[in-house]
């Protein structure tokens, strides 16, 4: 039962997961091809210098690709459902909703996880090629703000079109904005540190998100 | 036998507004029962509590002995439920929808569903969003019947279909009931296919259940009398024999539940003397209107 | 699982309106709090203080002066300005002026509290302390200390054996204990001479690593029993009279000799790490510690033999104490940063309002729930989780909870 909602899932995003994954590697690619065109112009070591020392991200452009992922695929998942209030097809089945919901949850939630593994395992490797470990760590951690930022857009976006009611959706919005610019706040290299498990912690537990709405939703 | 549906004291208000209140009825099971109502009786409101997207302002409804605000599982494999409109997911092929519905019903007759399929025109790898809503209609019927389910809920299944389809939608239901003793609990603003699927009539209105019996014997026992007047001033209301009195001019449909003989003793008394009285046979939407009036 | 999914986006919408609206308000509302700028006038022998706000030089007996005047009684730290407009004095204390001595003595250094709480760094330039060329050059490699230290080579990203290998050997052979805790130097060839890095080994010896002519130098510095450091700022003043400063944990301020490695404890008492900017100015005759806490400013002067002078204190009401900072602590249970400016990490500062007077708002809040609760006929004891937040989340709990409403009951 399980296994074929997450067939339905799948048959509603797996375009978008393997489009968006598809370009976050691209994006990836081409921050390393970038780099690689620094180092010729400019000297490796003046690179290096200006990233130990002067704060230069590089990679910079990814900084939004998680949330942009974790947006299109709450779209993908949600707005089919919220459309002519199909979702209602879902909780009808013989499964428990909030049950179903969560397992809905989970794969949106699994699908962008193994994308942001795909992405920080490629930073990770093709950073190796250029740097020490050191310096590969603090990209990786400078990095994973923004991949959390993913997970907790995914949910919120969730939440936000199951919502029935247009004003909440407005006020949801922006608590919900405003709680995701907490990832992005301006800072240098590997400062996120201390509020990473924190704000991690938070988007795991917003993933049961839905199931406030979808009770909304249920109880008319 | 048991009650497939029963509804107790079911009390439903938006913000200050009643929509249904102290509404009693159960639905017995192996019955082909129709909900009919005027626009604004409540007949949503009821498919929205039985089908848990509504929780009552009070009382409470319950499908094989379970509260509809939580029904588990495995009452709910029971339970085929058509959404009005026809809706499913669209984003889903045939091939696939057949696939997605057969994990969730251990019951679940593929044959069943082919055999409503086949008799459309389409690929098994036609999206649903690419079909007229007659064939997403179908589509819908055969989920349905695949499922095996005990009690079919249906709101409104005739909406937006064709005379083909709504008559194919009644014959398949019809026969699907009859053959395995199950219940139907449907609704359609068409009330001539009602006919012919039902067995068993529920017209309600706000606060009560006007009639609960077979179709038969409701149009039966409630009759109409056409007649015309000598005189178009006078005003017949004896709400003891009338249910319902529709004048133009001189010219009177009355309906009752009373015999031809008490309600011509009736005018006879108010010195009324009828021209061209006669019985008029109802069918069940004649029947509707005249006890719930045209306006 | 619902009542779960309301909690944690109430929790969320609380956690945002905690650092949201408490920084809209000091946006808002806030006041600025002009530190005054401290120096010691050896003319008056006395502190001199300019009021930005006022715009006003005083001393510490409260006589006023011009600007003029007030550059007058600082001429070691004005003199290009006074030298310039043709005021410079010949002498000061009967010393003469030149203004070769004047630019060799005048040192200036600044560390912030944010400055010691940051990532550190792992990658170093090791420069050739004696190239012989005029500008420091940048290497071609960069050091990690581990188990050993290691030279990469940035062009290709391997490790240059041989030069770790010598390097490794002989920091062993002075006692190093790999890894190292802390490395600490001036990490930029824009200073005028190369004088290496400390490193504080694993256990807590303090060692002075270059590289001359390609070979490494390293001297191990002995340090009293006990004395560990937080923090180590490498300076490179003119008149090369020490290599760094030193800050102990137990927040005592050093300095390492050049040369002969002599570390020396300032008189200077009063430094708080966790809350304290320290501006250190050197001029002709003295060392005048500026210490920056909110609501203070401590200024402690040292002759050229780093005995102490003369200090003066000051202080200023704190944020939270001023009027606007009051009606914050009345209204606001709690305020959340997630930024400081005392560090460089992006945490949760979680700052409770002092005084506790916003409980008296928060009971208020508690009675007009209860008011609403009655007014909407709601079952009371389905609602007493919303009333235990309200009460300790005041406003911010009182917008959450209606955010989400509560309906998840039978």
């Known amino acids: ?220 | 036998m048991n009650n497939a549906i029963e509804c107790n004291n079911l009390t439903h208000y938006y913000g200050s507004k009643r929509i249904v209140e102290n509404l009693n009825f159960q639905v017995k099971e192996g019955t082909i029962l129709g909900l009919l109502g005027k626009n604004g009786t409540g007949k949503t409101t009821v498919f929205n509590i039985l089908n848990g997207f509504l929780r009552p302002t009070d009382g409470k409804c319950l499908i094989f002995g379970e509260d509809t605000q939580c029904l588990s599982p495995a009452t709910k494999s029971r339970i085929g439920f058509l959404i009005e409109g026809h809706v499913q997911y669209s984003f889903m092929n045939v091939k696939q929808i057949e696939k997605f519905y057969s994990g969730f019903y251990p019951k679940w007759k593929p044959g069943s569903f082919w055999e409503i399929v086949k008799k459309l025109d389409v690929s098994k790898n036609q999206k649903i969003s690419t079909m007229s809503w007659g064939q997403r209609s179908q589509v819908a019927l055969g989920i349905i019947l695949a499922q095996d389910p005990d009690l079919l809920i249906l709101d409104d299944f005739s909406m937006g279909l064709d005379p083909g389809y709504r008559r194919l939608f009644v014959d398949h239901l019809r026969e699907y009931a009859k053959s395995e003793n199950k219940t139907i609990f449907t609704t359609s603003h068409i009330i001539q296919d009602m006919e012919r699927l039902i067995d068993d009539v529920l017209i309600i209105d706000f606060n009560k259940v006007m009639v609960q019996s077979s179709v038969s014997d409701f149009l039966s026992n409630f009759k109409r009398f056409d007649f015309e007047l000598e005189n178009d001033d006078v005003e017949l209301d004896n709400e003891t024999l009338i249910v319902n009195i529709e004048k133009v001019r001189n010219k009177v449909e009355l309906y009752t539940y009373s015999s031809e003989r008490d309600i011509r003793n009736y005018l006879a008394e108010r010195s009324v003397t009828p021209i061209n009285f006669s019985q008029v046979t109802m069918n069940l939407e004649d029947a509707f209107i005249g006890l719930t009036r045209k306006y | 699982m619902e009542k779960l999914s309301r909690y944690t986006l109430m929790f969320i919408a609380i956690f945002v309106l905690s650092i949201v609206v408490p920084q809209l308000y000091w946006t808002a509302f806030e006041v600025p709090a002009k530190t005054p700028f401290v120096q010691y006038s050896c003319v008056n022998h006395d502190f001199l203080i300019y009021r930005p706000g006022e715009k006003k030089w005083q001393d510490t007996k409260g006589n006023e002066y011009t600007r003029d005047e007030y550059e007058q009684r600082l001429p070691l730290f004005f003199f290009k300005q006074l030298y310039t407009s043709g005021t410079l004095p010949d002498s000061v204390n009967n010393q003469p002026l030149d203004m070769r001595s004047l630019s060799r003595e005048k040192s200036f250094f600044r560390l912030k509290t944010a400055d010691i709480d940051a990532p550190k760094n792992n990658l170093f330039p090791m420069f050739e302390s004696r190239s012989g060329r005029a500008m420091l050059e940048w290497p071609d490699d960069f050091f990690r200390i581990t188990w050993r230290i290691e030279f990469i080579d940035a062009a290709t990203n391997k490790i240059l054996e041989e030069k770790s290998q010598m390097f490794s050997a002989a920091m062993f052979h002075n006692g190093f204990v790999f890894p190292a805790k802390n490395i600490w130097g001036i990490s930029s060839p824009k200073k005028s001479v190369d004088e290496g890095y400390f490193i504080v080994d694993s256990r807590d010896q303090l060692f002075h690593l270059k590289m001359v002519k390609g070979k490494p130098f390293v001297r191990k510095i002995d340090l009293p029993a006990g004395l560990k450091f937080r923090h180590i700022d490498c300076v490179d003043f003119k008149n090369r009279t020490f290599y760094a400063y030193l800050f102990s944990e137990k927040n005592e301020i050093y300095i390492l000799t050049q040369d002969d490695y002599k570390l020396m404890r300032w008189p200077v008492n009063g430094y708080n790490p966790e809350i304290t900017d320290i501006k250190i100015y050197g001029d002709l005759y003295n060392y005048t510690v500026i210490m920056e806490s909110p609501g203070e400013v401590k200024a402690v002067v040292l002759d050229k033999n780093y005995q102490y002078v003369d200090s003066y204190t000051e202080t200023w009401p704190v944020r939270e104490d001023t009027k606007v900072g009051k009606i914050f602590t009345s209204v606001f249970p709690a305020q959340i940063s997630l930024t400081s400016d005392t560090s460089k990490f992006v945490s949760f500062y979680f700052n409770l309002s002092g005084g506790f007077y916003w409980l008296v708002l928060n009971f208020f809040l508690v009675i007009l729930q209860l008011i609403w609760l009655y007014w909407k006929k709601k079952i009371f004891r389905n609602h007493v989780a919303d009333l235990v937040i309200v009460s300790v989340c005041g406003v911010f709990g009182m917008i959450a909870v209606h955010l989400f409403p509560n309906k998840f009951y039978k």
């Open chain 1, 1 to 220: 039962m399980l296994l074929s909602v997450f067939y339905k899932e799948w048959l509603k995003t797996r375009w978008f997961v393997i489009l968006y994954t598809a370009m976050g590697i691209v994006a990836i690619g081409y921050i390393f091809m970038a780099l690689k065109h620094s180092f010729n112009f400019s000297g490796t070591r003046s690179i290096w210098s200006t990233i130990l020392f002067q704060g230069n991200q590089f990679y910079k452009i990814f900084k939004f690709i998680p949330l942009a992922g974790g947006i299109i695929v709450a779209i993908a998942q949600y707005l089919p459902e919220a459309n002519d209030k199909r979702i209602k097809l879902t909780f009808h089945l013989p499964l428990g909703e909030n049950k179903a919901l969560m397992v809905m949850q989970a794969f949106g939630a699994l699908s962008l996880l193994v994308a942001f593994f795909v992405f920080l395992g490629l930073i990770y490797f093709l950073g190796l090629i250029y740097f020490p470990v050191q310096m590969v760590w603090d990209i990786v951690l400078t990095v994973l703000p923004w991949s959390v930022s993913g997970l907790s857009a995914y949910s919120i976006v969730s939440f936000i079109i199951l919502e029935p009611r247009w004003p909440f959706r407005f006020l949801y919005s922006i608590v919900g904005g405003l709680f995701l610019s907490f990832h992005f706040v301006h800072a240098g290299t590997a400062c996120y540190g201390p509020a990473l498990s924190g704000l991690f912690l938070m988007s795991l537990l917003l993933i049961t998100a839905p199931l406030s709405s979808g009770y909304r939703f249920r109880k008319g």
